[in-house]
């Protein structure tokens, strides 16, 4: 019977054990969830946007070769210089102005070729909601309302393009390098 009674004092300590162990972990599931909740309310308001930003990088889905050198990149930055003066002004009064890049996929002697047009300034009124960035703006005769999901971190903020929206942009005719790209990631960085 002491053979039985000290197995049994053995599974017992065993299950304390592993019910200790799993206590301490539920606590520390805890304690990650907790710090996540915080994380995930941390808000980006209007003020923190307030001010201008120049885009520092733009990464494609799809690696493309716009400047025909050989050399693919998913990075738009590193492919042509159409993007470099792109920027957006936040005001204070809700309204934005921003200095977008234009450029055709029809150019060169087969009109196949990427080129770079005239950049577009574009105003609209904006807002931050629940962390999304929401811009109403007229393109073309159009009105347009995009609502951007933002990740900011200090001076940076990103959000995605998807095709669809991107196509009210740029008059890509197919097959080019540029219509296999279905989502640009555009990240800005504050500079005043």
């Known amino acids: ?30 304690y990650m969830e907790d710090e996540m909740i915080k994380v995930s309310n941390a808000t980006i308001t209007t003020n923190d ?14 690696a493309v070769n716009l400047n025909q050198d050989g050399s693919y990149s998913t990075n738009l930055l590193d492919e042509t210089s159409c993007f470099n003066n792109m920027s957006i002004t936040f005001n204070s009064d809700a309204t934005f102005v921003t200095n977008n890049a234009t450029m ?3 150019s060169g002697s087969n009109g196949d070729q990427f080129a770079c047009i005239a950049d577009r300034i574009d105003t609209g009124t904006w807002k931050v909601e629940n962390d999304n960035l929401i811009l109403t703006m007229e393109i073309n ?50 500079v005043e």
């Not at 049994?8 to 599931?29: G, Q, R, T, Y």
């Not at 946007?49 to 799809?62: A, C, P, Q």
């Open 141 to 190: 005769g159009s009105t347009y309302t995009h609502t951007k999901a933002l990740d900011m971190t200090g001076n940076t903020f990103n959000f995605d393009v998807t095709k669809i929206e991107s196509d009210q942009y740029v008059n890509d005719p197919g097959n080019t390098q540029a219509s296999e790209i279905r989502i640009l990631e555009l990240e800005y960085t504050k």
């Open 49 to 62: 946007l307030i001010g201008h930003w120049e885009l520092s990088r733009m990464v494609s889905d799809t």
């Open 104 to 106: 055709t996929f029809e």
């Open 1 to 30: 019977m002491k053979m039985i009674n000290m197995l049994e004092i053995k599974k017992l300590a065993c299950f304390a054990l592993v019910a200790l162990l799993l206590a301490s972990c539920s606590k520390e599931e805890a």
